[in-house]
Structure formats: C-alpha cells, structure tokens
C-alpha cells in the first residue's frame, strides 16, 4: 500500500497544468478544453465499468485510476477544488444515500 492520496493526484495535476504542453499531457488536455477533457472522462468512465464487468481486478485498478486522473483534470478545467467535492461529499453524510438523491433538484 502506498501513502499516495487524491490529494497527491490534485497537486500534480497543478503542477502540470502549469507546464507546457508539449512536456505535459495535462496542459495539453486542458489546452484542448473543458469539452475535450470531459470526453477523455467520459471514455475512461466506460473503460472503468467495462473492466468491473469484464475485466480482472488489476484492470479495473488501472483504468480507475484512469478515471481519477480524468476527473481531477475536468475539475481543474473547471476551477473547481478537490476541497469543494469533499466538502459536498460531507454535506451528503448527514442523510441516507436515498433521501439526498431524493432531495436534489430534478432538471
């Protein structure tokens, strides 16, 4: 096990957000837009449930992963903070899974 953290994750993807995009896939993601990044979300998402389907427990690591990574550089396209996920991730820990998915707006 590793002492590696979402937070660690986070970090780098500022730090190479901060670089060019010729040495940084990160930039180069972000530079192409947050449409582009939510694309590259979206497959590693599927990827990711392929794997839990169909896949060995390495795979579905791997391509989770994928899909952290990805997230993370949506979130920074986006200007939003791993703080703030947590923060509502907290706010939901108040109430049953099913009474927050009740309460949230439909639309």
Known sequence: ??????????????????AGATESYTRALIDKG???????????????????????????????ADLLYHLLVVLKARDVSLAEVEAELAKRTAQSGHAEKASRPRG
């Open 34 to 64: 947050v449409a582009h990044c939510a694309k590259k979300m979206g497959e590693e998402a599927f990827e990711t449930a392929i794997a839990a389907v169909q896949e060995d427990k390495g795979r579905l690591v791997s391509e989770a």
């Open 1 to 18: 096990m590793t002492d590696f953290t979402l937070a660690d994750l986070e970090k780098r993807v500022d730090e190479r957000a901060q």
